[in-house]
């Protein structure tokens, strides 16, 4: 048996018959459904790992550790701002909601943000990358995009907080 775009080629007694799609029946319809999906998406999807550099360890350490991060959460389009101490200390704003911790940056290159709270601790690890200039923290599990718009290089001391969340 061998398919084609239209239907399927089926061996009988007397050599291969063509089968219209038309009566493939359920599967070979959600086949070519599943295919023309697939060859659609890929004129709308952004080709992966063109536009984005993943960061190094090192190199995150450099950008973050010690300024003043402002940026989008991509999703919902809220400002937010993270002041990071050089000893990875941090206050994360993100439209009047505030939240105290510290930073982690591994080996790896991936960056995990955690503030531990009255009744339960919160923590969410990123791969950082630069999209054509652009800092972006894109968050493992649900793909969340933090894009960084400015980097204070001047921040000398981070603001002292009283966590609201």
Not at 16 to 44: E, H, M, Q, T, Y
Not at 120 to 137: N, P
Not at 144 to 160: H, S
Request: proline fraction near 5%; charge should be negative.
């Amino acid at each position: 048996m061998a398919e084609g775009i239209g239907g399927r080629w089926l061996a009988d007694g007397d050599g291969w018959s063509w089968l219209p799609a038309d009566r493939l029946g359920f599967r070979g319809r959600a086949l070519r459904f599943i295919v023309a999906l697939a060859v659609v998406s890929a004129f709308f999807l952004p080709p992966s790992g063109v536009a984005a550099d993943t960061l190094a360890a090192q190199e995150i350490k450099k950008l973050i550790l010690g300024k003043r991060l402002v940026g989008v959460l991509e999703d919902t389009n809220q400002r937010w701002f993270e002041c990071i101490a050089p000893s990875g200390d941090t206050v994360f704003n993100i439209e009047g909601r505030i939240s105290a911790g510290f930073v982690e940056v591994h080996d790896g290159g991936v960056t995990c943000f955690t503030y531990p709270r009255r009744d339960d601790t919160s923590r969410a690890c990123f791969t950082a990358v630069s999209e054509k200039g652009t800092l972006v923290f894109v968050e493992l599990v649900f793909g969340t995009r933090f894009r960084v718009d400015a980097i204070d290089e001047r921040f000398d001391e981070y603001p002292p907080s009283r966590p609201t969340s």
